[in-house]
């Protein structure tokens, strides 16, 4: 069974700063898909972003980026100029693409706080 | 937004009895799931529905059943509700599976006392 572990409960950062948000999983399947969700205090989930275990090129989405390190089996988010609205539950998670159960296996989540 | 709604929002219920819970999806959308989320576990899968009348269990499973009758809507109910049940229940949908991305609902609280 895969497990996806988030290491960091909870980080914070002042307003317009960088932050780095820690994710790794193991797997022993060569074929899958990591995301990102982020949940606010509204309980919503929201996608972030994906990256295809295939693709050596790192996913981007505006402000947010991957450090997709496959071998390591790493899967880091970096948050660029921080905003307020970006404070949050941050979920890494993991899709298999082969067989077994459907559906994703998540981490515990990192509580992100932005300082003003 | 996807079109996911769940129903009902917040419920209170007491040991034994049994609850339905409803995820309903405008997007014609093939593939549904349940989750469970609880501090400091993050979501898990308990069941999953891969088309009408096709369903299958996920990793926390006990206690559960679903059905899927139609496209659209997807039960989860909880037959005789316990303590250890308390907690936030999301349905997501994806068109396609694997590769492609889930979308949630807004969950719904259930409480048993």
């Known amino acids: 069974a895969q497990t996806v572990t988030q290491s960091q409960p909870e980080m914070s950062v002042q307003e317009a700063e960088t932050v780095t948000l820690s994710c790794t999983y193991d797997t022993s399947e060569s074929d899958y898909y990591l995301f990102w969700y982020k949940q606010p205090p509204s309980r919503q989930m929201i996608l972030v972003i994906r990256q295809e275990a295939y693709k050596q090129q790192n996913a981007t989405e505006n402000r947010f980026s991957v450090n997709f390190q496959k071998a390591a089996k790493s899967f880091s988010l970096k948050i660029s100029d921080s905003q307020l609205g970006d404070a949050a539950m941050y979920f890494c998670?993991?899709?298999?693409?082969?067989?077994?159960?459907?559906?994703?296996?998540f981490g515990k989540g990192t509580h992100l706080i932005i300082q003003p | 937004d996807a079109g996911i709604t769940q129903s009902p929002r917040h419920k209170v219920t007491e040991t034994g009895t049994p609850v339905t819970l409803r995820c309903h999806q405008t997007?014609?959308?093939?593939?549904m799931y349940w989750y469970r989320q609880d501090p400091g576990h993050g979501l898990r899968l308990i069941h999953y529905?891969?088309?009408?009348?096709?369903?299958d269990k996920g990793e926390v499973s006990d206690g559960y059943s679903v059905s899927r009758s139609k496209t659209e809507d997807f039960l989860l109910t909880l037959e005789s509700a316990t303590s250890s049940q308390t907690s936030v229940y999301f349905c997501?949908?994806?068109?396609?599976?694997?590769?492609?991305?889930?979308?949630f609902g807004p969950g719904t609280r259930l409480t048993v006392l």
């Open positions: 997007e014609n959308h093939r593939y």
């Open positions: 529905s891969y088309g009408v009348k096709d369903t």
């Open positions: 997501a949908i994806s068109e396609f599976q694997g590769a492609d991305t889930q979308y």
């Open positions: 998670a993991y899709r298999n693409l082969g067989g077994g159960a459907d559906g994703l296996t």
